[in-house]
Each structure stands twice: as structure tokens, then as C-alpha cells.
């Protein structure tokens, strides 16, 4: 259960200037961090908030994760995405980096293969995306050093970006501050709820920041998911959820809030 000053944030949100955007990122937000990505799952009670949600707010999933793993992800109707760090979206956005895919796809399968043949037998993952290619060592982080050796020169036009046990390669330019951009000249909010956990999220949240000045409503909301949360999430959020499963509830107070006749405003 929310404990006060959280449930009042929720309130004095769903009371804010109408219309609410709410964009979320979606492991370590909305899914507990587990050691296999494939076995991630967002809880049933969340993703039935998320569909609550729907009917009061825009509400969008900003990920790292495929746009088509997000959708199995969150099967909810109504929810927007924007996945592969700002690459892929369910809907189209000249704000969004475009990508040469012929030649991206063979990029990526190289490194894939030269990093696999390297970590063979090693507790890496690597995990091929559509537009991206992760490299997780959640299963021995002592292949940190090695791998960071082995990432250090990247194909022309690749970026590595790290994340909680994990470093990615992806198209420069990519990002989800640009994520962010696109969902709000889409969707031109005045209230703005963003949330997340990983360094992949700083970028979100200092474009949720931005907006301040203009006028728009922004609370930034940072899940500590335990130790391996980048301090500078604490530093930028304006209020810490200790869990998946407390945004999850927080979510809920602000969906219930919302529903609420004395919430509405112009």
C-alpha cells in the first residue's frame, strides 16, 4: 500500500491540467528485472491499470525492448509505444532518428557473431533486436571488463549504451529523449507523468525537465529497483517508487484519482 505522500502525489496529478501523458519505460518500471529478459513478465494488476488508464490519459511505453516484444509485453489497447531506444514506434514521428535496416542488420549480425565467438561458453547473453544488439553478463559480472575491452571499437555508426547488467550497441542518435519528443508533439500534453529506473532513462527525464519552463505540469517518478539503481536517477526524480511493484500501485492511485468526478480539470 502507497503510503501518503505518494497517494497525495497521485491526487495533486490526476487534479493537474488535462490532457495527461503518462510514458513509462518498461523493465525495471512496469516488469521486476529478472536474469532471463525472455521471462520477464508485467504483472496481470498493472497491466489492467495500465488499460484503467487508458480511458483518462495517453499512455505510452517508452523501452529499450523491440517494438514487437513491448506489444507482447503490454497487450493492453490504447497504449502507445516507442521501443528500441526511440527507433521503433507504433506510430510515425519525423522527430524519431530513421535507420538504414540493410545495412544496420548486417552490422549487427557481425558483432553479434565476433562477440558470441569471443564469450564462447561464458555466461554471456547476447540478445539480437530488431535495430540493436545487447550483450548481457547478468549471470557473471566480472565479464564487464572484457566485454567493455571488446566493445570498444564499434562499427561506423554505432553507439554503446549502457543499462543495469547490460551494454548495447545502437544506431547513433537513438535515445529516449528523442522518445520522449516525439510523444509530445503527438500527443501536446500539459500534465506529464515519466517514469524509470536505468541510465537509459536519464535522457527521458531531462526532456521531461525541459518542459517545465513552458508551462507543462512534470512529475518524474524514479523506481530504486534495489542496488543496482544509477544514482543519478534519485538525483533527477522527484519522487522514488521502491519497486515495479510500487509504480504499479502508484499508477493505480493515479488511474483511481483520475476516475474521480473532482479530478477533472480544463
Known sequence: MLDETLARRAR???????????????DGTLAPIVPDPAAARVPDETLATLAQLTAQANVAVVTGRDLQTARLLVPVSGVVFVASHGLEASFDSSLLPQVELPRLSHQLDLLASAVGRRFTDTGLRIERKSVSVAFHYRADPALLAPLQEALAELPAGLDLQAGKMVLEAVPRGSGKGAALAALVARLAPRSLLVLGDDLTDIAMFHAAARLRPAGTNVLIAG???????????????DLLLASPAEAGQFLAAVASALARPESASP
Open 12 to 26: 495533486d496529478l490526476a487534479s493537474g491540467p488535462k490532457a495527461l501523458l503518462i510514458a513509462t519505460d518498461l
Open 223 to 237: 523506481v530504486a529497483g534495489g542496488a543496482e539503481a544509477p544514482a543519478e536517477i534519485a538525483a533527477l526524480a
